[in-house]
């Protein structure tokens, strides 16, 4: 017989012990909460990334840590939907919209003709890039011919110098005007400079 249980965060630290296996979601497994796993056998990340998983703690205690592959579960493309979302809805000013339909008025830009920036091109950069072949530019400092311009990562800033989309699981610099959509790990991010510039409208936004 399996057992499975639902238990609430508050809860794990003084349950953990009791079972075999984690399926961590939303949750920190840290180095504090995995030493209380006595019984731990494994850790199936409920996702693609270890990132909220002490990995040194796991396998210092003998923990195997296994992941869900981006590719067999259709979670890249999700992504590369999402990114598509939260493009259109930069570009059209979504947080206006209701407004100004009822004004019949135009939604603000459009994406065709626009230069996009994917940075980082595996499974979900791949996948944004197919959907984005539909009239627009796109560059990308990986090798694929998805895209119109290719670079090293010293082209960094060139294309981003150019681009009026940047779509990134990658740190990198401000540039005035740009749309910033990052769809990948949010610990790659400099928030202190994402924060600044939306404050001082160099990248746009959703909400107000």
Same mark, same amino acid.
């Given at each position: ?5 639902d238990?609430? =965060? @508050?809860?794990?630290? $003084?349950?953990? #012990? ?31 990334? =270890? ?10 205690? !003998? ?10 579960? @259709? ?29 019949? @008025?135009?939604? #603000? #830009?459009? &994406? ?16 944004? $890039?197919?959907?984005?072949?539909? !009239? ?9 011919? &998805?895209?119109? @311009?290719?670079?090293?990562? #010293?082209?960094?800033?060139? =294309? *981003? ?16 005007? *740009?749309l ?6 949010? !610990?790659?991010?400099?928030?202190e *400079?994402?924060y600044?510039?939306?404050?001082? !409208?160099? =990248? ?5």
């Amino acid at each position: 017989m399996v057992q499975a249980d639902d238990v609430s =965060f @508050e809860n794990v630290s $003084a349950m953990i #012990d009791d079972y075999d296996i984690c399926v961590p979601k939303n949750f920190k497994m840290n180095s504090d909460v995995i030493s209380r796993a006595k019984n731990m056998k494994l850790i199936m990340q409920f996702g693609v990334g =270890f990132d909220g998983v002490d990995t040194n703690a796991a396998t210092k205690q !003998g923990i195997k840590m296994a992941k869900i592959s981006s590719g067999e579960s @259709e979670n890249a493309a999700s992504c590369a939907e999402m990114a598509i979302y939260l493009i259109l809805a930069l570009l059209r000013k979504q947080h206006q919209m209701e407004i100004a339909v009822n004004h019949g @008025e135009p939604i #603000d #830009d459009t &994406l065709l003709g626009k230069i996009v920036l994917i940075m980082g091109f595996g499974s979900i950069g791949v996948h944004l $890039a197919k959907r984005l072949c539909i !009239g627009i530019n796109g560059t990308n400092y990986n090798y694929d011919d &998805l895209v119109d @311009e290719r670079g090293s990562q #010293d082209d960094i800033l060139k =294309f *981003a110098s150019k681009a009026d989309i940047v779509v990134c699981c990658l740190p990198m610099t401000t540039e005035t005007g *740009a749309l910033l959509i990052n769809i990948g790990r949010g !610990g790659v991010l400099d928030y202190e *400079a994402v924060y600044n510039n939306l404050k001082i !409208g160099t =990248f746009g936004r959703i909400k107000n």
